[in-house]
């Protein structure tokens, strides 16, 4: 199911690409291409959107080795191991106590 929604997803990306090298051909006859100031903007953008992403996943790295923030004990272990287990090891924890 994956691979069907990264086929649509760089088909798109495709058919963006070429419609912008259309649109950039358009410009480019007409003399009126994309200023330097258009593509420094494009490239900040990108670089804080990048920055972003890197700092959500170190903080999402750092909240998952971190197992007193957990609510429940059984998050992150393979299910057959918490199947083995009795009713009663599976309770669930509060933060407050």
């Given at each position: 199911?994956?691979?069907?929604?990264?086929?649509?997803?760089?088909?798109?990306?495709?058919?963006?690409?070429?419609?912008?090298?259309?649109?950039?051909?358009?410009?480019?006859?007409?003399?009126?291409?994309?200023?330097?100031?258009y593509?420094?903007?494009?490239a900040?953008?990108?670089?804080?959107?990048a920055?972003v992403?890197?700092?959500?996943?170190?903080?999402?790295?750092?909240?998952?080795?971190?197992?007193?923030?957990?609510?429940?004990?059984?998050?992150?272990?393979?299910?057959?191991?918490?199947?083995?287990?009795k009713?009663?090891?599976?309770?669930?924890?509060?933060?407050?106590?």
């Amino acid at each position: 199911m994956i691979w069907i929604a990264a086929f649509a997803f760089f088909g798109f990306c495709w058919c963006r690409a070429a419609k912008a090298r259309e649109r950039a051909a358009e410009l480019a006859a007409t003399g009126t291409g994309r200023s330097p100031l258009y593509w420094v903007s494009n490239a900040l953008v990108a670089i804080l959107l990048a920055l972003v992403l890197y700092i959500a996943m170190v903080s999402g790295k750092e909240r998952n080795s971190n197992q007193t923030d957990k609510r429940c004990t059984n998050i992150g272990k393979p299910i057959f191991t918490i199947a083995q287990r009795k009713p009663s090891d599976l309770k669930m924890t509060s933060r407050t106590s």
